[in-house]
């Protein structure tokens, strides 16, 4: 499941792979730096942009590199509270970022604190039943670079409007890795991109402000707590015991709540930083009161914070969310013991709704476009 284009992308190389790679060009130690600092800090779009670098290697860079490896085919001018950018990748994969805006009372909608999010697969293989990506089967992981390049695009966009860009730093306020794809089964990928992310050489990005959801692939969850860079973690729980868990999650069979649990606290304990719980409300799936029960004390017992989705509607399934009282009730059950917990109810600018359902959607502005 892996593209090998032409030319790698130079936004998934770190500072060593570079400057390794230009060392035995015989070039200077630090021409990275200056390098990342154009793409990452200025915004270069161009080699021609370089201007400190010699005219000689700026050809041999662009001999080596792309220097950026996905175009933008379509994101409206104007701002909206969620704005999705559709990218084509070299192989015309598809991919979309969000970019879902706060708004705030007194300032312009320009103005708002934004979370993009990102994909780290194009399709995903985890076959979720209620999940959009899932539907359609894994196509192929994203590169580390095709990972980072997506945030490039979010800058692109948004620097005319976001003071920061002056800078050089990212016109965003967090990043949540929660578009298509299972980022812990693409883990390699994954974490190079968080890297780079994070570095000061790189975007330069607070690791705090990073959330990354799984759905539980347990031993790579292991694996993260152990890395040295800190992203909060969010668990796609959507069902408080195995026989729910199992009946929309096939993960749940490989990695049931026995295993998921003492991971999660394992990571927990390790970052010492709350935890949070994704659980998608599904009218008679997993909406049922003896499941906020177990969810109430699955939360206490991993001190984790829970947010409750009211399940949106994906086309071809017939499922749909419960009625706002029936929500209630069950965020209710939390609330009474005490348990930190968010209810979704905004309409249209939900983040689960933005990204979760990445792939359906652009699978139909494809066919549109190919219209
Ligand atoms: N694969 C990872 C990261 C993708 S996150 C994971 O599953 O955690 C995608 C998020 O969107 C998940 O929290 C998922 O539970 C949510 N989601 C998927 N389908 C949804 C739907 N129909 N309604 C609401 N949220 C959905
Ligand atoms: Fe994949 Fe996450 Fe969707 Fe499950 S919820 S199919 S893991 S993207």
Redesign the pocket.
């Known amino acids: 499941m892996k593209y090998s284009p032409t030319k790698p992308p130079l936004t998934g190389e770190t500072l060593e792979s570079l400057t390794s790679c230009l060392k035995a060009q015989g070039e200077p130690a630090f021409r990275a730096k200056q390098m990342f600092d154009w793409v990452y800090k200025k915004r270069a779009r161009s080699w021609d942009e370089m201007t400190n670098l010699p005219k000689p290697l700026r050809a041999w860079l662009a001999d080596q590199f792309e220097l950026m490896p996905m175009t933008l085919v379509h994101g409206k001018q104007s701002l909206d509270v969620t704005d999705k950018l559709l990218l084509e990748l070299g192989d015309q994969s598809l991919i979309e970022t969000v970019i879902i805006r706060a708004p705030q009372e007194g300032v312009g909608l320009e103005h708002s604190r934004k979370t993009i999010c990102i994909s ?1 697969q194009v399709g ?1 293989a ?1 076959g ?1 039943k ?5 539907l359609m089967g894994l196509k192929r992981d994203l590169s580390g670079g095709e990972i980072v390049a997506q945030l490039l695009h979010v800058c692109y966009r948004e620097d005319a409007h976001d003071p920061r860009a002056h800078s050089g730093l990212a016109s965003f306020d967090n990043i ?10 693409n883990y390699e990928a994954i974490t190079t991109a968080l890297k780079i992310i994070n570095a000061d050489w790189g975007f330069g990005f607070g690791a705090r402000r990073i959330t ?5 692939l347990v031993p790579n969850i292991l694996k993260l707590a152990d890395e040295p860079i800190g992203v909060r973690l ?3 729980l ?1 069902g408080a015991t195995d026989e729910v868990r199992s009946e929309i999650m096939p993960i749940n069979k490989a990695y049931p709540l026995a295993k998921l649990i003492p991971a999660v606290r394992a990571f927990s304990e390790k970052h010492g930083r709350m935890v949070t719980l ?1 659980f ?1 409300l ?1 009218e008679g799936i997993n909406d049922a009161l003896d499941q906020a029960e177990r969810l109430r004390d699955i939360a206490k017992d991993l001190h984790a914070h829970v947010n409750l ?6 086309e071809g ?1 017939p ?1 749909k ?1 419960p009625s706002v009282t029936r929500q209630e009730r069950f965020a209710d059950i939390l609330r009474r013991s005490r348990v930190s917990v968010t209810l979704r109810r905004e309409k249209g600018h ?4 933005a ?3 990445l792939r359906l959607k652009t699978e139909k502005e494809r066919e549109l476009i190919d219209a």
Do not use: K
């Open positions: 780290t995903c985890m979720c209620f999940c959009a990506s899932g949540v890795v929660m578009g298509m794809g299972e980022p812990l089964a990354l959801s799984t759905s539980g969010a668990i796609s959507h994704e998608i599904i989705i009211p399940y949106n509607t994906v399934l499922w969310r939900d983040i689960d709704a990204c979760g359902q």
